[in-house]
């Protein structure tokens, strides 16, 4: 008789998203005249820059001919991306990445959820609180976080690092070790940002205990300050202690379209075992590779006409985080991130519960919005508004926030 | 300090083509003047249909404009090609398959390396020995496998149904009772079918065992006899006890576009839990979703025209192999496969051991084929040729292992 992986069944309800959308479903059914506007899940709205649409048209051209039809792509990745990858990611900061350290994939999500694999059962993780669901769900679908207590709303096994207005959204070294640690930076959902001190603190510390870090830059691109690290790898000795996974999500509004790639590097080991050999053996047995005519639209990002129109919308979205926090201050809510990153991380009015605020926004003035508490117990109070719906849209939310 | 799953450590060499194609890499470094014909990796070479080609383009200039742009697709993949699949793959041969039991991805591979997630570690696994290397190593990188015996070249913990010419490539119910049955048909690498009563016999047996069937139908497209099953669902029964897997990269090209999805039926259960329900978690936490505008080219398979030039490319394969077959039939080997699949296999000759028939013929002809000793224990003594070359390719491949 078959067995099923019961840790599963220790997932308290549904992918967070997932709920929302069906709460939202639920809601337009019932009021199908209503003109609901989400500013929900970071969904970006900007269609595909000219360069990156031009891109796709000619490698779909070459998929049409025999002598230039791309067939399986290679294990890690096309060259062409890799190098392109290396070069404007990496090397332009400083940072020098060997091609073979580099794995293309189709997108953050999976990799971030996928790299558990490579982990033993018996690791402790550490994450920020809130924190992005995948990297709790994907560790407590594979048995590494112990049991699910329903009226603290969090994992036994789980080192969770509250990252609050208090600790100005940095989170302290934990008083438990942790062997893995999940570092998202620039920081969804809060928005907020560590500098290259705060980040140096944690690559030393993983160092000396022998942690592993897996940091997720996939927001790198909203960057606007000075003394915020694009790469964990600009960190003295990051290359022993952390993975990095980036995406073309949202630098590049790749959410429909899927491209994304993670760093191991091979100086990263577990005694005389390269994480990167794990890693490409698990690339290489579970996946087969990010279509050819995607990975020819992600080098197009990198091109000079790629870089001006991807920054364009980059401006064109961080100018809606900054109409969102500035109008929300001046409504007088309390509102943090939006600076380096599309997410307005806001405090609820009088201490009113995420959800309930959820459920106010979303039948008072028809904004989806997110929940802090789905992120975690210490998003709880709080609330996430995106900076990836359009103009009109946004300034409409606000305007009905206001309303409330 | 972290730790690593040392299950990937027992995992013995590389995944089977990685090693192919280093040591063909290595072969034309040393002789660049060879030309090298590969009839190896069951990889195809015609250019995408041309109503698949539109589709493509048309879905690019969609996400050009904000207005037609695709971010997130849903979770289970878009309606219109989840209907597309139900009315042509299922209703059109009289099996009902609701549209939340699809479940749309970036291939077979992916989800058969995948599907392990879900199921608990003390499974033991059945596969049909030889086997497409993805089954075993993603049940051994979960540590469902036991150990590697290297001496036998085999896992403790799995149970080999041996598929031989003495058998007719049918596996008979094992004498151990296994958990999950792993069954590709028409198979990879045998390019052997099983016919409807054959797998009628396996769909009762794993319903009176509770054992789950992974039914891998990529090649379903490739079946020209009439007694063999397009799907698993035409058996009574599998719906309680059957996952199936389909591929568009052998019936339309897509090996380099990347499109697959699994059938999850909701009335396979284990005690109350459905696995439809664990898979759509896993799908919805750890994967994003295949990119629209492949999503559009998948449709476009279904399409009348789509249908008319996907059924010429593999019409154009068959007569590979066709020519395959007959002209090593009339060279004196023993052939097998070839009627219903894209794959010929072939005995050695005089009982070579089947990688130095892979050096003979790499260095000897220039052609690379597939060792039958890399899918399994029963494929020493057996070679796999595909039919997925040009035409020019494989009748000057079969020229060359006729000079041998």
Known sequence: M????????????????????????????????????SLGIGDVTQPLAPAVIKALHDAVDEMSKAETFHGYAPDLGYEFLRRAIADNDYRARGVEIALDEIFVSDGAKSDSGNIVDIFSEDNVIAVTDPVYPVYVDSNAMSGKT??????????????????????????????????????????????????????????????????????????????????????????????????????????????????????VPKELKSGDVSLNSLWARRHGTKFNGAPYIIQRAGEAVYSEEGKAQTKEQIAFYMKNAKNIREGLSDMGYTVFGGVNAPYIWLQTPDGMKSWDFFDLLLEKANVVGTPGSGFGPSGEGYFRLTAFGSAENT?????????L
């Open 395 to 403: 300034e409409k939310a606000l305007e009905r926030i206001k309303k």
């Open 146 to 263: 112990g049991e699910y207590w329903k009226d603290k709303e969090c994992w036994s096994n789980v080192i969770y690092m509250p990252c609050m207005a208090e600790n100005n959204f940095v989170p302290e070294l934990p008083e438990k070790t942790p062997d893995i640690i999940y570092i998202c930076c620039p920081n969804n959902p809060t928005g907020t940002t560590l500098t290259k001190e705060d980040l140096q603190k944690w690559v030393s510390y993983a160092n000396e205990k022998k942690a592993v870090i897996i940091y997720d830059a996939a927001y790198e691109a909203y960057i606007s300050e000075d003394n915020v690290p694009h790469s964990i790898y600009e960190c003295d000795g990051a290359k022993t202690c952390a993975i990095e996974m980036r995406s073309f999500s949202k630098n590049a509004g790749f959410t429909g379209t899927r491209l994304g790639f993670t760093i």
């Open 2 to 37: 078959f067995k099923i992986n019961d840790n599963y069944l220790k997932l308290p309800g549904s992918y967070l998203f997932s709920t929302i959308g069906k709460k939202v479903a639920a809601f337009k059914e019932e009021n199908p005249d209503k003109d609901v506007i």
